[in-house]
Nanobody, 125 residues
Framework: QVQLTESGGGSVQTGGSLRLSCLAT?????????MGWFRQAPGKGREKVAT????????IYADFVKGRFTVSRDFAKNMMYLQMNTLNPEDTAVYFC?????????????????WGQGTQVTVSP
């Protein structure tokens, strides 16, 4: 079991930056996890933003965030981050931290079993 708690959302203007954080608590600390971020904009379905391996390497990004967003992990703090730069109004959404337990493949993380409660990101023109 994994418990996920996001923080760091908020409101910014176009071109601004935000950093989202996700605290991951594993009930079974012997098991590692793949992690990632999804988002859901108003009136739209959920879409994958970025994923990262259980070893914290090989980040994978959706085309619409490449070059602007960076996903990373800090294993000492059980944290995952999403640094978001050059934000635009199309990035407005609720952002969810997600995870899957090993064995997992972050490259094919389309329906992760564990989700956080989400954090709102709003980008104004």
């Amino acid at each position: 079991q994994v418990q996920l708690t996001e923080s760091g959302g908020g409101s910014v203007q176009t071109g601004g930056s935000l950093r989202l954080s996700c605290l991951a608590t594993l009930v079974d600390t012997r098991r590692s996890s793949c992690m990632g971020w999804f988002r859901q904009a108003p009136g739209k379905g959920r879409e994958k933003v970025a994923t990262i391996s259980s070893g914290g390497i090989d980040p994978i990004y959706a085309d619409f965030v490449k070059g602007r967003f960076t996903v990373s992990r800090d294993f000492a703090k059980n944290m995952m981050y999403l640094q978001m730069n050059t934000l635009n109004p199309e990035d407005t959404a609720v952002y969810f931290c997600v995870a899957d337990l090993w064995p997992c493949n972050h490259r094919h993380m389309d329906s992760p079993p564990y989700w956080g409660q989400g954090t709102q990101v709003t980008v104004s023109p």
